[in-house]
């Protein structure tokens, strides 16, 4: 099992956006090595890859949401970051815990329903 790579810091910029700390030598790369951020957008590397590059050049947290590779769960976890002060490990459990909980909701009745037990029944943490 692969380790996942550490969130980047969060914070506000000068003018107030919400933005995750670049990485100073992905900048000295991008602005001096003649990368082509095109060709990178055509790179077959995983998911988790890309999301790590948004946060080492800095993406505003905002437009991290909107990026078409990042999962909700890292999305969701960098607000949680940001807004708590909560670690990485912290607010991605409370991620999951919530997501678990609104699965468990939405899967409540039609479990009931299947196996024939009164939705109460089904109450076991």
């Known amino acids: 099992m692969s380790q996942k790579q550490p969130m980047q810091p969060i914070d506000k910029d000068e003018q107030g956006t919400v933005r995750f700390k670049p990485n100073a030598i992905v900048d000295y790369l991008i602005e ?3 990368i082509d951020m095109n060709k990178i957008a055509t790179l077959d590397v995983p998911r ?5 590059f948004a946060q080492l050049i800095g993406y505003s947290l905002g ?3 909107e990026l078409s ?4 769960e890292s999305y969701e ?5 940001y807004e708590t002060g909560q670690s990485e490990l ?3 459990c409370e991620v999951l815990t919530e997501q678990l909980t609104k699965t468990k909701e939405v899967l409540r009745p039609l479990v009931s329903e299947l196996f ?4 109460d029944d089904l109450d076991s943490e």
């Open 90 to 92: 912290e607010a991605k």
């Open 63 to 65: 437009g991290y949401s």
């Open 116 to 119: 024939s037990v009164h939705p």
């Open 77 to 81: 976890t960098a607000v949680k970051v």
């Open 48 to 52: 988790e890859d890309r999301e790590q």
């Open 69 to 72: 590779y990042v999962s909700d």
């Open 32 to 34: 001096n090595g003649n």
